[in-house]
């Protein structure tokens, strides 16, 4: 018997049928990633229950050195969660995972597992009138262990930060089968190291997460969502700032919008614009806020000082939920339409908030010299500064546009000083741009990391760290 086989007998002493997925179309779904650019091909999908299960899915891996691939709701934008086409890979799926364990009765966290849908959790939040203040235009689909694993980012980040601010503490499978228990509750709580937080992005390469407590925080009740027009890249940096300091924490999103991704919406989405007159560029803002205030008055001011001061062209307040819900539409689904267009080369670069203008004007001038045919539709979440730098092309020229726009974007980036990795992780996609972009002393410790709690490399090969890098070692540095 291989050691394939005997692992999965394994699996199947502990598995109901249903866990146990060999056949070639009902894996399909898990061998290639939401917009359909990567593919690969699994020797079998195994879809645990229960921790326990996944425990001994783990100690069989490792006694039989099988390759795992942990994969949640398969939206990753780093082809992450995919397997190679080696036919050797065996994706575990955390999809029936999918208990709430607890909500906490004062409301400041809940308990869920990995498996759970981030929209589901959002709702068990929202019926106690609290807020997981975790939002991603895939919420409808993606889980907790993979926003975990990702250090998932999204519309909520300006106010909240990103998943590891929320990651209170986490349940872990280690690649023998050991399981780790931090599930922590505490906003407060210094007992040793901070375990948890080392799982936090670390996209399944070091073990498996099988549960979360996530931070919960009031619910916003009231909102207020504008729609700016304005002329320049400049300008939206400077209505940020005026924004930020005029109304302060209760900024809640400032997204980006080009006037080319706004035609995208017009002619594949038959979307309307929010505006008559128009701009090189689109900002999204909202306030959101808890107390009984009409802010409606302040903000319409701040509005018009913005317009007399020349830096916006024209602005619009949202008059209902449902005008609010068709604003923000436009910045959830200018992905989609994008890839009605073309084929989309996505990037996900972050730079200091003043050079942004910069990032915007150099990366469209790379693109006019290196695929000409390439049409710059950048995007995203300025208020974070992390732009989608995306680029749609035709269908037949994607790879080769991708080969040739990506290192030149990350190159950008990093000469601005900044990162070529905001927000979706290294995955498969970026693992030579994290070599080559490396800092002093970073890979060699994440080698040593990794081959501690995965000495046979099982979790994940082949994503985040590249093949070859020697694992720091105590005495290497003098
Ligand atoms: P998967 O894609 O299944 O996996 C992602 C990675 O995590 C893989 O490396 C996988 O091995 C690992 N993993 C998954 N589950 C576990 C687990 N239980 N234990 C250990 N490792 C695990 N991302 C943002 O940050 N911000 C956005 O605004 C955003 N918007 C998006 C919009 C759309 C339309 C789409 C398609 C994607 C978007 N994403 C965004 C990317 C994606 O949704 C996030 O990265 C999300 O956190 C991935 O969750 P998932 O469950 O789909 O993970
Ligand atoms: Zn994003």
């Known amino acids: 018997m ?8 394994a699996c199947r002493d502990v598995l109901d049928p249903a ?55 398969n939206t990753g934008l780093a082809a992450g969660a995919i397997p190679d086409d080696s036919g050797r890979m065996v994706v575990l799926s955390l999809a029936r995972l999918d208990r709430i364990r607890h909500v906490d009765p004062a409301g400041e966290y809940l308990i869920a597992e990995a498996g759970c849908v981030l929209a589901e959790v959002q709702e068990a939040a929202a019926r106690i009138g609290r807020l997981l203040p975790l939002n991603l235009g895939s919420a409808g689909s993606c889980r907790i262990g993979g926003n975990v694993a ?57 073990g498996v997460v099988t549960a979360a407590s996530l931070r919960l925080v009031p619910r916003p009740r009231h909102r207020l969502t504008a729609w700016l027009a304005l002329a320049e890249a400049e300008a939206a940096v400077e209505v940020f700032r005026r924004t930020r300091e ?27 614009r929010p505006l008559a007159t128009t701009g090189r560029w689109h900002l999204l803002l909202e306030l959101a806020w808890g107390f009984a205030s009409d802010l409606a008055p302040a903000l319409e001011a701040h509005l018009a000082a913005l317009y007399e001061d020349g830096l916006v062209r024209d602005a619009t307040l949202a008059q209902s939920e449902a005008q609010r819900r068709e604003l923000w ?41 290196l695929v000409p045919e390439a049409l710059p539709i950048p995007f995203g979440h300025l208020g974070d ?94």
């Open 19 to 73: 866990g146990l997925v060999r056949e070639a179309e009902a894996r399909a779904p898990h061998e290639v990633d939401f917009w359909g650019d990567h593919r690969g091909r699994a020797a079998a999908v195994l879809r645990p229950r229960t921790v326990e299960q996944v425990r001994h899915i783990l100690a069989a891996a490792f006694r039989h050195r099988i390759p795992l691939i942990p994969q949640g709701g």
């Open 150 to 206: 990702t250090n998932a980012g999204g519309l909520d980040v300006l106010r909240y930060g990103m998943m590891r601010r929320l990651v209170l503490g986490l349940e872990v499978v280690l690649a023998d089968g050991t399981l780790v228990d931090r599930l922590r509750t505490l906003e407060k709580d210094n007992r040793g190291y901070a375990l948890e937080q080392l799982f936090v992005g670390s996209e399944g390469t070091l």
């Open 2 to 9: 291989t050691a394939l086989e005997a692992f999965l007998a």
């Open 385 to 478: 500064g992390n732009i989608h730098l995306n680029f749609v092309v035709p269908p037949a020229r994607r790879e080769e546009a991708e080969r040739r726009l990506l290192p030149a974007v990350a190159e950008l980036a990093v000469a601005l000083g900044g990162t070529f990795s905001a927000e979706h992780g290294i995955g498969r996609t970026k693992r030579a741009l994290l070599q080559r972009h490396a800092r002093p002393g970073e890979l060699p410790l994440m080698a040593a990391l990794k081959r501690l709690l995965d000495p046979y490399g099982i979790l994940n090969p082949g994503a985040v760290l590249p093949d070859q890098v020697a694992p720091w070692r105590p005495g290497d540095g003098t």
């Open 246 to 272: 005029a109304f302060g924490e209760l900024l809640a999103a400032c997204e980006l919008l080009s006037d080319a991704g706004l035609d995208l919406l017009v002619r594949h989405l038959g979307a309307r």
């Open 329 to 369: 539409a436009l910045r959830e689904r200018q992905s989609e339409a994008a890839a009605r267009a073309g084929r989309v080369v996505r990037s996900d670069v972050g730079v200091a908030l003043a050079r942004i203008p910069q990032l915007l004007a150099k990366a469209e001038a790379l693109a006019a010299r």
